[in-house]
T-cell receptor, first 116, second 112 residues
Framework: DTGVSQDPRHKITKRGQNVTFRCDPI?????LYWYRQTLGQGPEFLTY????????KSRLLSDRFSAERPKGSFSTLEIQRTEQGDSAMYLC??????????????FGPGTRLTVL | GNSVTQMEGPVTLSEEAFLTINCTYT??????LFWYVQYPGEGLQLLLK?????DKGSNKGFEATYRKETTSFHLEKGSVQVSDSAVYFC???????????FGDGTTLTVKP
């Protein structure tokens, strides 16, 4: 059983460019989450999916951010027109999402984004 | 809304010392509680969890007890090692509600 994987691990881009990150969850996990973590802070929730449905989006997720999970398996997070304030670690997590079962999220290694 | 408050760090201990990292929470309903550990440059690893009041989570010598009356989930270890040096995050999730809420993390440094 492989864990959650994310690609790329590091991304350096120039302000104004678009970037896309990929997350592959633990197989058969129904739920997939995206978080953002800045230095010295805990992860902040961005959005999550139950299968292919995006069920919740944080107010942190501006119009420049979009996430998809087209087939209920892997997910992508795209940031358009990046700004220096977008520099952070982007973490993906997955969980089984079974009804009535306390949800435990398992995290990937993260993608560190640096916007110059 | 939900919130998690952790004791401020950093915490520096000598090897074999006793560790306590305080965590208190505010939540609606009956959340599950977690401790995650993050090593430099890596993602979060689940350390332990407790899903209902009075449950004790334990792993690798670490323990935490879900105290509903004090809304706390303090992390303890009887004898820390240099390899325990990391950032520790307390978190909660409402059952079936999806997202987790995290504290700001406590950096632990263990010196030989």
């Amino acid at each position: 059983d492989t864990g959650v994987s994310q690609d790329p691990r590091h991304k350096i881009t120039k302000r104004g460019q678009n970037v896309t990150f990929r997350c592959d969850p633990i197989s058969e996990h129904n739920r997939l989450y995206w978080y953002r973590q800045t230095l010295g802070q805990g992860p902040e929730f961005l959005t999550y999916f139950q299968n292919e449905a995006q069920l919740e989006k944080s107010r942190l997720l501006s119009d420049r951010f979009s996430a998809e999970r087209p087939k209920g398996s892997f997910s992508t997070l795209e940031i358009q027109r990046t700004e220096q304030g977008d520099s952070a670690m982007y973490l993906c997590a997955s969980s089984s999402g079974l009804a009535g079962v306390p949800d435990t999220q398992y995290f990937g290694p993260g993608t560190r984004l640096t916007v110059l | 809304g939900n919130s998690v408050t952790q004791m401020e760090g950093p915490v520096t201990l000598s090897e074999e010392a006793f560790l306590t990292i305080n965590c208190t929470y505010t939540a609606t309903g009956y959340p599950s509680l977690f401790w995650y550990v993050q090593y430099p440059g890596e993602g979060l690893q689940l350390l332990l969890k407790a899903t209902k009041a009075d449950d004790k989570g334990s792993n690798k010598g670490f323990e935490a007890t879900y105290r509903k009356e004090t809304t706390s989930f303090h992390l303890e270890k009887g004898s820390v090692q240099v390899s325990d040096s990391a950032v520790y995050f307390c978190a909660l999730t409402n059952t079936n509600a999806g997202k987790s809420t995290f504290g700001d993390g406590t950096t632990l440094t263990v010196k030989p």
